[in-house]
């Protein structure tokens, strides 16, 4: 099938690059020069594991290009996927970008005498697909919906791990206007990627987006909250408590003694807190989809709520171990919202860093790869705050640590390294990668979140 991709980032890119090498002709759209530059070179503009090479596989058997020029895009194929930001501002989705492109996409189907389906791809509250699109399509085209195709048909892409989610989806669901567009948005996957394909409505479709990112986004708040109690109560420690948890049947049944859900564990796991580009913009614009629709959800608000005081629990902590944090050197371990990924969007390391600085802490932030984007999105606080790629430098004489990333090479770094670098061997673990048996028999005063300090 010819399908036209709108909007080039992390979800745009994927897409377009999987279905390329799955045998479609993709064209992709973005306004940026230097983006389709780079991807009609088969240089990945962002990245993401695995990407890179399956650019180069599907530019080489000329099955993807890119370009600037929407209406050829539109004009040549048969579904456009819109894969555009929906970032969250002002107290709600912002749906400038989607607006906009499917204003374009309206304009040339005003032209277009064959079908075509416009399908929505990015993370839109639900009845944004067949009311605010659906008009501006119709008005733009001059033509009722039917004599085009809408549909509505949600990514579950993890970042780091986008390729391999989209070559094995779990589940997917089409949101669909009629069952023309169904059909065609169907001939995409169907044959091509082993999985239930969902027919829903378009509303049912964006809702399921929402409902997915808020039940694992309430897991990590939820194994959070369990934590901040058990760090109140001396000889608890959450992971024993969480992993015990985990495995209740109902989660994770055992076929011949082993789990069948083990993925499901890793948001049942206390840290300080989760960032990316999902989980925070979407829990925030389901809570205020919730309260203009008349509803306020009290439980999606609370997942925000511990989420942005979990990494401040950490720093709170961390100073009151090391008497004040005014002076000190802090070294804080990751700034990527996770590891495999230079992504800093919503990273609990931001808010760490700021407490820190604006308790007059003197900090060096160490990641292997997403230093140069921290320091796009931190303000400047003059000289209190450098970044390193190294981690030795970093926690050179400093006379704290807060580990936010569990990146590998920071989990290999062993109790005798803290202890002969730092002046002060103070570590606040946000992840738990490291052992606090080990890390105290070298020297080291360990800081764990759902540990006390008791
Ligand atoms: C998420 C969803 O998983 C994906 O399906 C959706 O399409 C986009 O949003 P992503 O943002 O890439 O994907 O992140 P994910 O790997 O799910 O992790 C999100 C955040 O939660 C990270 O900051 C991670 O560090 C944190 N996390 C995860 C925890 O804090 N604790 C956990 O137990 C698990």
Known sequence: MKICIVGTGYVGLVTGVC??????????????????????????????????????????????????????????????????GTPYGEGRIDLSQIEQSVREIGDVLKQKD???????????????????????????SGKKTGRFGLAMNPEFLREGRAVEDFMKPDRIVIGAYDKKSFNTVK????????????????????????????LLAALISYSNEVASICEQTRGIDVN????????????????????TNPEMNKY???????????????VKALASFADSKGYS????????????????????RLERAIGGLHGKKVAVL?????????????????????ELMRKMAQVVAVDPIAVENADKVIPAYGTSLCYSSDYKSALQDADAAVLVTGWPEFSAISPREFVALMKDPVLADGRRIYDKQSMEAAGMVYIGVGLTDM
């Open 19 to 84: 279905l390329a090498v799955k045998g479609h002709q993709v064209i992709c759209v973005d306004k940026r020069d230097d983006i389709v530059k780079s991807i009609n070179e088969a240089q990945s503009p962002i990245y993401e594991p695995g990407l890179d090479s399956l650019l180069k596989e599907a530019v080489s058997k000329t099955n993807l290009r890119a370009t600037t020029g929407l209406a050829d895009a539109v004009m040549q194929t048969e579904v456009s996927i819109v894969a555009v």
């Open 114 to 140: 064959k079908y075509h389906v416009v399908c929505i791809k990015s993370t839109v509250v639900p009845t944004t697909t067949d009311t605010t699109v659906r008009n501006i399509l119709e008005k733009a």
């Open 187 to 214: 001939r995409i996957y169907k044959g091509r990627f082993e999985a239930p394909i969902l027919r829903v409505n378009l509303r049912t479709a964006e809702m399921v987006k929402y409902a997915s990112n808020a």
């Open 240 to 259: 024993e408590v969480l992993e015990a948890v985990t495995l209740d049947k109902r989660f994770n049944p055992r076929v011949k003694g082993l789990l």
């Open 268 to 282: 049942l796991k206390a840290g300080c807190g989760f960032g990316g580009s999902c989980f925070p913009k979407d």
């Open 297 to 316: 959800a009290e439980m999606i608000k609370s997942i925000m709520k511990i989420n942005e005081t979990q990494p401040l629990r950490l720093v709170s």
């Open 334 to 354: 990751g700034v990527a919202f996770k590891p495999n990924t230079d992504d800093v969007r919503e990273s609990p390391a931001l808010i760490i860093i700021e």
